[in-house]
Every structure is written in structure tokens, then in C-alpha cells.
């Protein structure tokens, strides 16, 4: 599955890949701060429902967008987190920084 983006009562929401990896952050970051700037977006959501793997690229991009919304004044959240992505953010300490809604 390829990342989907939807603006919805200002919020940018994106909906992760199946696997957030090298191949996959670089555009993700980039249509991210795009989408970002564009519209003005202040908040933004991952959704990593599909999504069964992250490696250090996406963490990096979760970082750097976490870092751009705060600037704003923005918040940040997850939601969707299997028990293998809920472990990346446990280990690499996403979770301190990123809000995770309950589904």
C-alpha cells in the first residue's frame, strides 16, 4: 500500500505504508512538509493501521515532522499501532513525544 494523505478539518492525516522504511521516507517526507506548508497545517496524525514495519528512516521522519508542527505551534498524534510499531515507539521513545490515541 502506498501512503495516503487527507487533509480533514485541519489536520493533515497520513496514513503510513505497510513498511516505513529507507524506500519509503524520503517521499513521505517530502509530501509531508509539502502538504504541511501548503495548507497550513498545524495538526497532524499518523495513522499506522496497515503498517507492519518502521526502520530508523521512519523514525527519523516521525522526528523531523514532530519537530516542524511543534515549531507551529502544532500537535502531533499516532493511532492504529500494532503491538510491533507500539514496540518501536516504546523502544526509541516516539511515545514520549508523539500522543497515541485508543482506538
Known amino acids: ?28 517526507r517530502s509530501d509531508a512538509d509539502l502538504l504541511l506548508e501548503m495548507y497550513h497545517i ?5 495513522d499506522f493501521t496497515d503498517t507492519e514495519f518502521m526502520d530508523s528512516s521512519g523514525i ?11 515549531f507551529k505551534g502544532g ?12 514496540k518501536i515507539f516504546e523502544v526509541s521513545g516516539l511515545g514520549k513525544i508523539i500522543r497515541i490515541e485508543k482506538e
Open 60 to 70: 527519523g521522519v516521525l522526528i523531523g515532522r514532530y519537530k516542524n508542527v511543534r
Open 42 to 46: 498545524k495538526h497532524l496524525e499518523f
Open 1 to 28: 500500500m502506498d501512503t495516503v494523505y487527507e487533509v480533514r478539518d485541519g489536520k493533515l492525516i497520513i496514513m503510513a505504508p505497510k513498511e516505513l522504511d529507507h524506500h519509503q521516507a524520503g517521499r513521505l
Open 75 to 86: 500537535t502531533i498524534s499516532a493511532r492504529g499501532l500494532n503491538p510491533r510499531v507500539s
